[in-house]
């Protein structure tokens, strides 16, 4: 069993699109992360959220949308996307221990 | 807040050598410090997890230190092999966040 999933693991699409990732965690983890990989290859934080409430945002553009329905998922919503979006997503869920990641989702804003 | 970097950036060493990749931290607030491996294109392998309260850490050939007042955590690679190339990342993990370095790439001669 995949202890987090993202779905879709490659999105195309073009500027002015809104799309969403969707992130699922089994492993009863109170905390999920998203986190966006650029180009060169830095993992940088967006949002943290604990037990469905928000906890951190980094400072991300409001475009950008977390909904976090109940504890095992945390969704990212994305309005009118721009080529500088395009990167790897990572959502990633810990409680005070190890951290497990998803596979990414690979968005290329065209 | 939390800075987290790694030296060096990048390595490459002939097969079959013992290395040391490093990893300092600004604040010594974390629940535990984290290695992790990435390949090209994919997403993150967790390779070793030292809790705050910890000194070391082993897997195999994998060795991590972590002291906590001087802010720095070491990942020892034991007897390199071709298939260790890829980049390292160390995060610390105060929950809320998980703040990473920028990684080390490393590359192993054959």
Redesign the interface.
Known sequence: DTAVSQTPKYLVTQMGNDKSIKCEQNLGHDTMYWYKQDSKKFLKIMFSYNNKELIINETVPNRFSPKSPDKAHLNLHINSLELGDSAVYFCASSQKAEAFFGQGTRLTVV | KQEVTQIPAALSVPEGENLVLNCSFTDSAI??L?W?R?DPG???T?LL?I?SSQREQTSGRLNASLDKSSGRSTLYIAASQPGDSA?Y?C?A?R??????G??TRLHILP
């Open positions: 629940y535990n984290q992790f990435q994919k997403g993150l967790s997890l809790q980049t990342l995060a993990n929950d809320d966040k998980i703040i990473f920028k990684g």
